[in-house]
């Protein structure tokens, strides 16, 4: 794994950890996800955890550049 | 000359009453729009008979499917399989876009290769944040109101002439614009803003194309 990914993980943690854990997001079909669920995903490195890590950072990006 | 145009509005859960209610707008639009033949299938009226019906008889030249999806189909009422690698053929010569979950993966690029012009859709799961408290009332729920304007602006763009690549870039602003302006304190009780702007964002990501970037309805 390399460094770069581990500080975006890092990154990603944090922002979710202050989240109310069970606030949930529909994906589709007939699921829903927690926060609390998101963020397992993250920690086991999953291709949905490692996917949320690019899409979580490309947001903090679009927020960056200002309205 | 009129244009034709298929719609698929399935309604038999909360994510479907969702979508259901984002293309309200469009299908009253079009109702009144001379220039454009609007072919709706709505509710338990969307299966795959009817839908192939739909295709051969009108031949539409834009489909617009909402429903749920994977990355081998798209459904109507009841997750009754509407479209798939079996009938694909009969979106040959049409723009389609679906509002659905993975199946621009697959059958996206099955739909290319079958002779459609262009195929619309997400390559992941479409991600919405919903007010637990308006599930019941999807055009009262604010939550919902961003992922309704980038659905909007997507069919919109199509449906007024915009080519498949212009479409994508404006529903992409539209998002964008979302994920910088959505949302104050004052108007989230659930602390949910942070949530609605990282599914925008994966909308964002994962919404894309195959096919003719320069098509147009």
């Known amino acids: 794994m390399n460094e770069n990914f581990s500080i975006k993980k890092e990154l990603v943690l944090e922002r979710f950890k202050t989240l109310n854990p069970e606030s949930k997001i529909s994906i589709g079909g007939h699921k829903e996800v927690t926060v609390r669920e998101l963020i397992q995903h993250v920690e086991s490195e999953d291709e949905f955890g490692r996917n949320i890590v690019k899409v979580q950072i490309k947001m903090l990006q679009v927020l960056a550049q200002g309205v | ?217």
């Not at chain 2, 019941?136 to 080519?163: E, H």
Request: with cysteine.
């Open chain 2, 1 to 217: 000359m009129t244009k034709k145009f298929l719609i698929t509005r399935p309604k038999y859960d909360i994510a479907t009453s969702y979508l259901y209610d984002f293309s309200e707008g469009i299908t009253k639009l079009l109702r009144k729009t001379k220039d454009i033949h609007i072919t709706s299938i709505e509710l338990s009226d969307v299966n795959r008979k009817n839908f192939e019906n739909a295709l051969n008889k009108e031949t539409p030249k834009l489909i617009f499917l909402n429903g749920h999806g994977d990355r081998n189909s798209v459904l109507g009422h009841q997750d009754a399989v509407i479209l798939d690698k079996n009938n694909v053929k009969l979106a040959k010569d049409s723009i389609t876009y679906a509002l659905a979950c993975d199946s621009l993966e697959d059958l996206g690029k099955i739909a290319i290769t079958e002779g459609a012009i262009a195929y619309i859709g997400y390559r992941a799961k479409f991600m919405i944040v919903r007010d637990p408290s308006r599930t019941s009332s999807p055009s009262k729920d604010k939550n919902a109101l961003p992922f309704k304007k980038a659905c909007n602006s997507m069919i919109n763009a199509l449906v007024f002439g915009n080519t498949v690549e212009k479409s994508i870039e404006l529903t992409k602003k539209e998002y964008v614009h979302s994920i910088k302006s959505y949302g104050t304190s004052k108007d989230d009780p659930y602390g949910d803003v942070p949530l609605i702007r990282f599914a925008l964002a994966w909308d964002l990501e994962f919404l894309d194309f195959e096919g003719n970037p320069n098509a147009s309805f």
